[in-house]
């Protein structure tokens, strides 16, 4: 297995780790917090008061902290009490102490699911121990630059279940107007064979070798907002990187890249082919126009915040560290 820094492991876990809350970029924060105060024992109610006061501060800005439409986290109910006055300061720490702490301490270290063996912090009965790897993570010139790695993740994360909510209008317009011309969702795994002789068996998204084992059939443009299961947007990827992606839109680079991959289709006389010209057009043009008709009017709804990777500059296939990360997964 590839070697890995402590920076590199500590980014895989923040960056890339699944999230379907903010817990894990909290304690993130509260990890580099603890090690600019050189604490190296740290007690259940010192992490449940740093926590609280993190997100007493952080729910300032409205914005939900869980994918779940209809369900509030632990940290958003507990400071919602404290700000009504129904609890007090103490109070509060005591409840996030008990409560709040049963998931995402004990699985802080996994990657897709996955212990990756290496440990920023080790459990005690009385709280944590932090490790040397996590003050080696915050030291020299690089300590500013992933503060705002999470930052920048939380607010992505928070941006994306905010669009999930939806709370945009012209999100709610798009997703009619596709609606209507939708259909339900179907079992699409039986495209894993229609599509497997393009790319020689890799990952549409970042280019490694794809595993038989955990192939997923992912739609680029997120099925969310084009309710089909049309073949033009159906590609093979990763179980890691599809999940990583999730509702997001991919950059306008993997769009071309898909565009390329439909005219390669239809050039072998491949069985899809008919159906992708029928879908978007009798000629190269105008298939292209089409689909980036669709992906920009998706674009201007969401911003580009809710890009996969949060810019589109992100290419994974051309990140040497993602693609490391997807190898050193797919081997455990």
């Keep these: 297995m590839q070697e890995f820094s402590d920076k ?65 986290t632990v940290m958003e109910k507990v ?6 006055g129904v609890i007090g300061y103490d109070e509060a720490i005591d409840f996030v102490k008990n409560n709040a702490f049963g998931d995402v301490v004990p699985r802080f270290h996994n990657l897709d699911r996955v212990d990756i063996g290496h440990k920023f912090y080790e459990i005690i009965d009385s709280g944590i121990i932090l490790t040397d790897s996590v003050f ?42 596709y609606l209507l011309k939708g259909y339900e ?8 064979d229609m599509l497997n002789g393009y790319k020689e068996g890799r990952c549409f998204y970042c280019g490694e070798m794809l595993d038989e084992d955990c192939i997923h059939v992912d739609h680029v443009i997120p099925r969310a907002f084009l309710y089909h299961d049309e073949p033009w947007n159906l590609v093979l990827s990763h179980g890691n990187c599809n999940e990583q992606k999730s509702d997001f839109l991919p950059s306008r680079y993997y769009i071309k890249k898909l565009v390329d991959r439909n005219e390669r289709l239809i050039k072998s006389n491949h069985p899809l082919s008919q159906g992708i010209k029928a ?54």
Aim: include cysteine; aromatic fraction near 10%; hydrophobic fraction near 40%.
């Design 185 to 192: 969702r179907t079992d699409i795994t039986y495209m894993k």
């Design 79 to 84: 400071v919602a009490k404290y700000k009504g």
């Design 8 to 72: 590199e492991l500590w980014r895989m876990l923040t960056l890339y780790g699944l999230n379907t809350a903010t817990y894990k970029i909290a304690l993130g924060q509260c990890l580099c917090n603890f090690t600019e105060a050189d604490k190296t024992r740290v007690t259940m109610e010192m992490l449940a008061k740093e926590f609280f006061d993190l997100y007493n501060k952080r729910l300032e800005n409205g914005m939900p902290q869980l994918s779940h439409e209809t369900r509030l």
């Design 279 to 332: 879908a978007l057009g009798d000629t190269p043009a105008k298939r292209q126009r089409e689909m980036f008709r669709i992906y920009d009017e998706i674009l201007n709804a969401v911003t580009e915040k809710n890009v996969w990777g949060g810019t589109q500059d992100f290419i994974p296939e051309k990140d040497p560290f993602y693609r490391s990360m997807i190898a050193m997964v797919m081997k455990q």
């Design 136 to 177: 080696k993570v915050f030291e020299g010139a690089e300590k500013e630059n992933l503060k705002q790695e999470l930052d920048a993740r939380w607010s992505l994360l928070e941006s994306a279940f905010a669009m999930k909510r939806e709370n945009a209008q012209l999100i709610n317009d798009i997703k009619k107007f």
